[in-house]
């Protein structure tokens, strides 16, 4: 079993940077593929950005070029550099770890709200 907790959230201007944070215990994340998503009001959870076990990464087309996603298999954390954030990011965050297709975990979610 794997848990996982949020941190870093909050509400910013936009144009402003934020960066989430997810502690992992239970088990070790060093194999595991770690993945950001998020869910707004009214919107399906969608996938932010992921990262291999071998430090390759993904991103959705919205967030290329303003998030970044890290692990430190060493803390057992992954984490989340959000620059420029727009209204539209506005949404719940949720951290992901993937062993394979059985074994999943999520994290509870961090809020972060991005409005003048």
């Known amino acids: 079993q794997v848990q996982l907790v949020e941190s870093g959230g909050g509400l910013v201007q936009p144009g402003g940077s934020l960066r989430l944070s997810c502690a992992a215990s239970g088990r070790i994340i060093g194999s595991a593929i770690m993945g950001w998503y998020r869910q707004a009001p009214g919107k399906q959870r969608e996938l932010v950005a992921t990262?291999?076990?071998?430090?390759?990464?993904d991103y959705v087309d919205s967030v290329k070029g303003r998030f970044t996603i890290s692990r430190d298999n060493t803390r057992n954390t992954v984490a989340l550099q959000m620059n420029s954030l727009k209204p539209e990011d506005t949404a719940v965050y949720y951290c992901r770890a993937s062993y394979s297709t059985i074994y999943n975990y999520w994290g509870q979610g961090t809020q972060v709200t991005v409005s003048s």
């Open positions: 990262i291999t076990s071998g430090g390759s990464t």
